[in-house]
């Protein structure tokens, strides 16, 4: 089946360290995403993992794939009140013109000062 | 250059009535997809466009309908709207054939149906 899970809140201490997490369920999943949604706002493309890959740097974010598991985590070092948002997981599936996105529910972060 | 527009940002329609929701993509994109994303849910894919023509579609009825011009630019239209039907309605853009992530999304117009 489709679906992608995620814990619903987090809250951390500024300058403490995030850690959201995803499950997904489909193991042909090609690419996996973080998108970040602010109030009122559209969703921002954070980062993308490739399913070959484990590990993906990115300035203070942090992704980790464990492709056996289908655990996919996203770290957020030092984190700003400014990284306050709701972070959803997508994992895209299918090829060609079958290519979809199957997202979760999103986590809500708040950074508390 | 101005990444993805939407219009309008907000609108509030009558069960029964109909809307239409626009879309620019972002320059240099040719392929535009409709989400939509009620309160507190992740986003749901309702159908994607390229060539003008409806390339996708997501588990949506056939009140959702939509349409791309030669510009790119897409609309997306609801029929006999539900109350239901009030969510966030998110276009995303991206070029023809590539993985999503490529995909940059607008802002999003926010439908509130009474």
Partial sequence: ?113 | DAGVTQSPTHLIKTRGQQVTLRCSPKSGHDTVSWYQQALGQGPQFIFQYYEEEERQRGNFPDRFSGHQFPNYSSELNVNALLLGDSALYLCASSRGGLPAYEQYFGPGTRLTVT
């Fill in chain 1, 1 to 113: 089946g489709e679906d992608v899970e995620q814990s619903l809140f987090l809250s951390v201490r500024e300058g403490d360290s995030s850690v959201i997490n995803c499950t997904y369920t489909d193991s042909s999943s090609t690419y996996l995403y973080w998108y970040k949604q602010e109030p009122g706002a559209g969703l921002q493309l954070l980062t993308y993992i490739f399913s070959n890959m484990d590990m993906k740097q990115d300035q203070r974010l942090t992704v980790l794939l464990n492709k056996k598991d289908k655990h996919l985590s996203l770290r957020i070092a030092d984190t700003q009140t400014g990284d306050s948002a709701i972070y959803f997981c997508a994992e895209s599936i299918g090829a060609g013109n079958n290519r979809k996105l199957i997202w979760g529910l999103g986590t809500s972060l708040a950074v508390n000062p």
